[in-house]
């Protein structure tokens, strides 16, 4: 069956960076567009950044500039470069996956705490 396996989270200062990482297995990792969302407490879950099959990635406006998404179909791994992190970046990163109209795979998701 599909896993995703996130890591790379953890407590980091303002300012600083950090790499989150999302192994895929069971799947066709190179025809998915992959993503990242992110949930906060209190509120909604929300599209971080997603990248195509061909490699072409897209931002939501609040980390533009900041985060660059990244696959490597060899590893079946996709990464998120997140830097100049904010307080309000503070959540759970999900990686997931899709393929044309059927339901998207999640991962189990991974903390990301942006604090001094």
């Known amino acids: 069956q599909v896993q995703l396996v996130e890591s790379g989270g953890g407590l980091v200062q303002p300012g600083g960076s950090l790499r989150l990482s999302c192994a895929a297995s069971?799947?066709?990792?190179?025809?998915?567009?992959m993503g990242w969302d992110r949930q906060a407490p209190g509120k909604q879950r929300e599209l971080v950044a997603v990248?195509?099959?061909?490699?072409?990635?897209n931002y939501a406006d609040s980390v533009k500039g900041r985060f660059t998404i990244a696959r490597d179909n060899a590893k079946n791994t996709l990464y998120l470069q997140m830097n100049s992190l904010k307080p309000e970046d503070t959540a759970v990163y999900y990686c997931n996956a899709r393929l044309g109209f059927m339901s998207p795979y999640w991962g189990q998701g991974t903390q990301v705490t942006v604090s001094s």
């Open positions: 990248i195509s099959s061909s490699g072409t990635p």
């Open positions: 069971g799947m066709l990792f190179s025809g998915y567009v």
